[in-house]
């Protein structure tokens, strides 16, 4: 099994520069996998990566959208699919399997459905409770400031700092650290990830 993210960033044609959203989308992916081939950026705005532990999958996706939502007016939308890989392409793209037409498929539905993130698995019932899920963290994630996505970016990247270390990094309080983590709703989207990873070790 497999977990695949397909992506692509709202509003990208209003932002002022390109290389500035793309290069924070380089670098979100880098940071989440040492090997290019796993992932892929095409057609200027959309994405995929492959995240071989699928436990990891919904981590990712908070930690790309958090990386884009450190640019004032930009968002993204994000399909995991999560199953079988029947073909290991050179890149990502040239792979195949259930999880990449899971992802792909849902990524298209998106849209119409105005949600910015959604899962598809073999297991219906875990899609719909999961979803559901996803649809209230939605709620925060969506309205998240640049401090919110910033300081959500950094405590995945430093999960083992507390908040004096963070706001060493970043040059604020700690009360300030502890004020932008409530705000970005921190603590429950780490307890929906720790309910994420349980329910894809059902399937």
């Not at 436990?55 to 399909?79: E, M, N, P, Q, W």
């Not at 979803?131 to 309205?143: E, P, Q, R, T």
Request: with cysteine.
């Amino acid at each position: 099994m497999t977990g695949i993210i397909t992506g692509d960033i709202i509003k990208s044609r209003e932002a002022t520069s390109q290389d500035l959203w793309l290069n924070t989308l380089k670098s979100a992916l880098n940071s989440l996998t040492h090997n290019t081939s796993n992932y892929e950026i095409y057609r200027g705005d959309s994405f995929q990566i492959e995240c071989s532990n699928p436990l990891h999958s919904f981590k990712y996706a908070v930690y790309i959208k958090a990386c884009i939502k450190t640019i004032k007016g930009l968002d993204v939308r994000l399909a995991i699919g999560i199953g079988g890989k029947s073909y290991q392409g050179n890149t990502v793209s040239e792979s195949n399997g259930e999880a990449f037409i899971y992802s792909g498929e849902t990524l298209e539905t998106l849209k119409k459905e105005k949600v910015n993130l959604k899962l598809k698995t073999r297991s219906s019932t875990i899609d719909t409770e999961l979803n559901l899920y996803f649809k209230l963290a939605l709620i925060a994630m969506d309205n998240w400031t640049v401090n919110s996505a910033e300081i959500m970016k950094l405590s995945i990247e430093h999960p083992n700092m507390i908040q004096s270390d963070l706001a060493k990094l970043i040059g604020i309080s700690q009360d300030a650290v502890s004020k932008r983590q409530k705000r970005a709703y921190l603590d429950e989207i780490l307890e929906l990830e720790h309910l994420f990873r349980q329910k894809i070790n059902q399937l």
